[in-house]
């Protein structure tokens, strides 16, 4: 269980990230809309895995391509905003969840009720 450090650290990175990654050029980044979902960092700060969610699933994979091409952009400016001691190396996961919970969504949705409906 990660400690309370951990956790806010985490929540700093997501945060910085989702502001830096307005700012990176690389069409297959700035082309389709990012939602960073979770961070996950090791306890000794070294690596941070983020999850990330796309807008359009179809794009996922060239972005993903691009997030690692700015990995090192990405780390240095997250260095000068965060100003801790070791920056860690990011790593990029694609998550479905969201995708997956409007999928739920609609089939929950287009269940009958039962109910009786007037005509």
Do not use: C
């Not at 700012?23 to 082309?31: C, E, F, H, L, Q």
């Not at 359009?56 to 400016?77: M, P, T, V, W």
């Amino acid at each position: 269980m990660a400690s309370n450090r951990i956790n806010r650290i985490n929540e700093e990175i997501q945060k910085a990230l989702a502001e830096l990654l307005r700012n990176v050029k690389d069409p297959r980044v700035s082309g389709t809309m990012i939602s960073i979902t979770r961070v996950e960092t090791t306890p000794d700060l070294r690596f941070a895995k983020i999850y990330v969610s796309f807008l359009e699933e179809n794009k996922a994979k060239d972005a993903l391509k691009g997030l690692d091409s700015a990995a090192g952009y990405l780390r240095r400016e997250l260095g000068a905003a965060l100003q801790l001691r070791h920056t860690p190396s990011l790593q990029w996961a694609f998550d479905d969840s969201i995708t997956y919970g409007a999928k739920m969504l609609k089939l929950i949705n287009s269940l009958d009720t039962g109910e009786n409906k007037e005509d």
